[in-house]
Structures are given as structure tokens and as C-alpha cells.
């Protein structure tokens, strides 16, 4: 059963970094609807300092972060997602607007060396970033793809991948890092080891040629900022009429007493058969609530991040929810056995459904959520 609280919600920081805007007269040329994949290598090469420029020794993958993240900071209207990939790839975060998510712990924070499958698997990196798009024949989606290696592993070849991602109308940008020499050293807990240089330029240029993206050497910081800034002027900007209000959906899910994956069918169902709208995506244990995924236009990758709903995230690690006027134009729904609201949400008032995912059909449920959130 379904109850109408409009009692709630003092945090949802996820919600925060939301962009609203009104109707104009005349459409605008912009980057907006714009979504980007950037697949970060994180296998142990990357740990290599050859890139610093200073006093202050840096890898290639924080000097490549760093990057990454003036790149999505400069670049407000663009949806960002971001992979990583070693010997597997690994999906933090699908395209999203909440910048300051993918900034934080849970996001760029997510992309390191530590505990991954050692092994380059580019093919498989592209192909998982590939499905993380909505839309398949948009010209304004884009992967990013930055390496220091070749492809040693994986089920798929890096040039089958191409082919599969301009069928689907996907340009993929390939970036390969590191300074010129025949060997370079890292760093690991039993001392520095010295490896072999191993990246495979012809295929990065066959991968750029193929899917309509281009190709970059990114020696030194400055080559590597360039290039990446570089992508985005190479992706269309469109004219469009900016749409006029309309609530997106923040689904809270209360793991302490809620079947979670009658909840996740719920969620899946609602998706489904409902308008496009943006959707985010934020858990409570005990008296905590964080963000699980941030705000996001893609139904698609959205739908894959609920597959990790009861994958237990460290306290240190989870980003909190926090009080923002932007939730006037959110509507919550809360996923709660009990039908109680947190005691965080009782201090505002927005709009705010409690819902039992057991007392009734997922149909029926559905129904009151769509009326409720106006989503028929």
C-alpha cells in the first residue's frame, strides 16, 4: 500500500547537482544530451612516473585522473560516465550530470591500481562501455579511452569491438599515454621493478579510423590534457528547446526491513513503461543513507547499477545525502516495509512516497507511483 507523506526530506545530496531549467523562446546551441564514456586502464603500467613534469612524483593514473576530472569539471552540460578496466572491466559510475559524484569517493575515487585482475583488456572495455549507452544512434555519445598497454586478454578482440561500436554509431577516442623509451620503472611493495614498453599505436589508430574517433599521443600532462579536451570539440552540438519543469525520480530503498530485490523488480518495472525521465538512486542502513547511483538520464545503465544494490560499500567510502532547494523538483519514493519516514526526512517538506513493495501486486504499485509521480 502506498501512503502520501509529504513530510520529507532534509539530505538526498545526490539530487543536489541536478540542473533545472526553464522554457526559452528560442532553442540554444549546446553540449547538453551529450554522454561520454571515459575508460580509464588501470593495470599495474599505469603505476609508472614518467609523466611527471615537478618535484612531486606522480603515477600515470593520477596524473590521468586529475585530467579526467578538469575535464568534467570544465564541461558542466556533458553526462559523464566513467570505466576502468585492467584485466576486466568494471562500471563507476553510468553517464550522470552529478558531477561532484563522480569527482568523490564513489566515482574517480573508485579508479585505482589496487585489487584488480592484472592484464589489458581493451576489447572488453569498449564493448561494456558501449552498453552503457541509452541510446545507440545518437551522434552525441562518445567513448574516451585512455592506455599505456596492448591487448593481452579478453574474449574480445579490440578490433571486433570497433566494429560492433560503430554499428552502433559509438566514435571512440583512443588516447595512448607514457613517454618515449624501450623500458620504464613502477613502484610496488617489494621495491621498484622495471618493465617493457608495450603499447599497440597501429590498433588505437584502426580502433579511431573504424568507429569515426581519433587518435592522440599523449606524452607529457599538457599532451594528455590537450587531447582530451580535444575530444569533445570533435562531438557535435545540437539545437534544442529547453524543456519546461518536470520532477525526476530519487528511488530510496530501505535496506533494514524492504525485500530489496522485489523493490529492484519494482524499480525495473516502473522504468520500463514509464516517459524518459532523469532517476537516481539512494540506500538507507540502519541510520545511514548514501547515494547508490547519482542522478541519471540512462534508463539502460541505471538498470545495471541495480544488479549491485546489496554489495556492501565501507562507511569511509559512501557519499551522503545532504539538504538542497534542487528537491522541490524530486519526487522520492520510499521503499519501506515499516512505512516510516528516516528521521533525516522529517525536518522539509517535498514530495514523498512511502511505499510496502510486499502489501500489493508490483503491478498495483506501479499504478499508484506513475499517478502519484505523474508519470502516465
Not at 532534509?10 to 533545472?20: D, E, F, Q, T, V
Not at 528560442?26 to 614518467?50: R, W
Not at 538520464?297 to 557519499?319: C, Q
Not at 520510499?334 to 512505512?339: I, P, R
Request: hydrophobic share 35%.
Amino acid at each position: 500500500m502506498i501512503q502520501r507523506n509529504l513530510s520529507a526530506l532534509a539530505l538526498l545530496l545526490c539530487l543536489s547537482h541536478i540542473g533545472y531549467t526553464q522554457e526559452t523562446e528560442e532553442p540554444i546551441k549546446t553540449l547538453k544530451g551529450t554522454n561520454v564514456i571515459i575508460a580509464v586502464d588501470v593495470s599495474k603500467s599505469m603505476l609508472a612516473e614518467d609523466l611527471s613534469d615537478g618535484d612531486a612524483a606522480e603515477t600515470r593514473l593520477q596524473i590521468t585522473k586529475r585530467s579526467v576530472a578538469d575535464l568534467i569539471t570544465r564541461n558542466p552540460d556533458v553526462e559523464f560516465g566513467l570505466l576502468a578496466f585492467a584485466g576486466k572491466p568494471y562500471v563507476v559510475s553510468p553517464p550522470t550530470l552529478s558531477h561532484d559524484y563522480l569527482l568523490g569517493p564513489l566515482g574517480l575515487g573508485r579508479i585505482r591500481c589496487e585489487g584488480v585482475v592484472d592484464g589489458t583488456a581493451i576489447g572488453l572495455a569498449i564493448t561494456s562501455a558501449s552498453y552503457l549507452f541509452q541510446s545507440e544512434s545518437s551522434n552525441t555519445n562518445a567513448i574516451i579511452l585512455v592506455t599505456d598497454g596492448k591487448n593481452n586478454t579478453g574474449e574480445v578482440s579490440p578490433s571486433i569491438a570497433a566494429v560492433l561500436a560503430k554499428k552502433s554509431n559509438l566514435p571512440i577516442h583512443t588516447i595512448a599515454i607514457g613517454s618515449d623509451g624501450d623500458t620504464f620503472m613502477i613502484q610496488t611493495p617489494h621495491g621498484p621493478v622495471r618493465m617493457k614498453t608495450d603499447y599497440d599505436e597501429p590498433t588505437f589508430i584502426r580502433i579511431a579510423e573504424t568507429t569515426g574517433g581519433s587518435f592522440s599521443r599523449a606524452k607529457t600532462i599538457s599532451e594528455l590534457e590537450q587531447a582530451l579536451s580535444a575530444t569533445l570539440t570533435k562531438i557535435p552540438q545540437k539545437l534544442v528547446n529547453q524543456p519546461a519543469d518536470q520532477k525526476d525520480l530519487c528511488f530510496l530503498v530501505d535496506l533494514n526491513n524492504t525485500d530489496s530485490d522485489r523493490a529492484t523488480l519494482l524499480i525495473k518495472l516502473l522504468l520500463k513503461s514509464s516517459p524518459p525521465r532523469k532517476v537516481s538512486l539512494a540506500l538507507q542502513k540502519d541510520d545511514h543513507i548514501w547515494i547508490h547511483t547519482p542522478p541519471t538520464s540512462n534508463h539502460k545503465a541505471f538498470d545495471v547499477t541495480l544488479a549491485k544494490i546489496n554489495k556492501p560499500i565501507p562507511n569511509d567510502k559512501k557519499t551522503p545525502l545532504q539538504e538542497d532547494s534542487i528537491l522541490e523538483k524530486t519526487s522520492i519514493i520510499h521503499f519501506s516495509e515499516t512505512q516510516s519516514t528516516p528521521a533525516l526526512l522529517t525536518n522539509r517538506r517535498y514530495d514523498l512516497f512511502t511505499c510496502n513493495p510486499a502489501a500489493t501486486t508490483l503491478t498495483e504499485a506501479a499504478d499508484q507511483i506513475k499517478e502519484f509521480a505523474d508519470l502516465k
